[in-house]
C-alpha cells in the first residue's frame, strides 16, 4: 500500500511539472512590453507640423526630386503649397521668419506697419529662422504671396542665401488682384540667375485641387 502511494505521489508531481513546462511555452504578455510597443507606435504618428517636412516619395516625373519652398503669413500660400507637394508628391519647407508677422506688421494701409517700411526698402532682409539643405533637388517650388506687387523681402533673404545652379525654380504666388508680375524675375536676379527659372503663376482665393493639378501639367509639358 506505502508503495503504491508512493508511486501515484511520483505520478502527480511528473505531471505537475509537465503543466508547469507547457505553460511556459505560452507566457502571459508583459504589461510593460505592451506599453513599450504602445509608445512606439504613438512616435511614428505624423504631426501636423511634421507634414511640412521633406519627403522622400516623388513621383516619375521631370521634375525629378522636388520640393515646395514657401513663405506664408495667413495662409494662403501654405494651401496652395500643400496641394502642389500633393499633386506633385514631394516634401514642404516652410520660411520661418525670426520674428514673426502680426496682423499690425501686414496692415498695409499703414504706412508705418513693418511690411510696409520692409516693401519700401529694397536693401531690408528680414531673418530666416532655421535652414534647409537644397542641394540634392532637382526642382524647386516657391511659393510668397504678393506684397505691394512685390515678393516679400524675406524671399530676397532665402534666394540670396541658396545656389540653384542646376536646378529649375517654378514661382508661384498668391494675391486677391495682383498678378505674378515681374516678382519672379527679380528673385532670379538677386539668385544671380543660376538655375532656370520657369514662367510662374498666380493663384487667387479658394483655389481647388483640380486647378492645380491642371498648372502643374502644363508646366510638366514646358520643361
Request: with cysteine; proline share 3%; hydrophobic share 45%.
Given at each position: 500500500?506505502?508503495?503504491f502511494k508512493k508511486v501515484m505521489t511520483l505520478a502527480v508531481s511528473a505531471a505537475f511539472m509537465c503543466g508547469l513546462a507547457s505553460c511556459s511555452k505560452n507566457p502571459v504578455a508583459d504589461p510593460s512590453a505592451s506599453s513599450a510597443s504602445a509608445q512606439t507606435e504613438k512616435s511614428l504618428v505624423v504631426t501636423e507640423k511634421e507634414t511640412t517636412e521633406t519627403s522622400e516619395t516623388e513621383k516619375d516625373s521631370k521634375f525629378g526630386k522636388a520640393l515646395v519652398v514657401y513663405f506664408s503669413c495667413t495662409g494662403n500660400t501654405k494651401d496652395v503649397a500643400l496641394k502642389i507637394a500633393n499633386e506633385v508628391g514631394c516634401g514642404t519647407y516652410e520660411i520661418v521668419p525670426s520674428k514673426a508677422y502680426t496682423t499690425d506688421?501686414?496692415?498695409y494701409n499703414n504706412k508705418k506697419s513693418r511690411a510696409t517700411r520692409e516693401q519700401n526698402d529694397k536693401n531690408a532682409r528680414p531673418e530666416i529662422e532655421g535652414t534647409v539643405d537644397l542641394s540634392s533637388y532637382d526642382t524647386i517650388f516657391l511659393g510668397y504671396p504678393i506684397w505691394f506687387?512685390?515678393?516679400p523681402r524675406i524671399l530676397c533673404t532665402f534666394v540670396e542665401g541658396q545656389n540653384f545652379?542646376?536646378?529649375?525654380?517654378?514661382?508661384?504666388?498668391?494675391?486677391?488682384s495682383s498678378i505674378i508680375g515681374s516678382s519672379a524675375t527679380e528673385l532670379a536676379e538677386l539668385a544671380q540667375n543660376k538655375g532656370r527659372w520657369i514662367s510662374g503663376t498666380r493663384f487667387g482665393a479658394n483655389v481647388?485641387?483640380?486647378?492645380?493639378?491642371?498648372?502643374?501639367?502644363?508646366v510638366e509639358g514646358e520643361i
Open positions: 500500500m506505502r508503495m506688421d501686414l496692415n506687387a512685390k515678393a545652379e542646376g536646378k529649375k525654380i517654378i514661382p508661384f504666388c498668391t494675391s486677391g481647388k485641387s483640380t486647378d492645380v493639378a491642371q498648372w502643374i501639367a502644363v
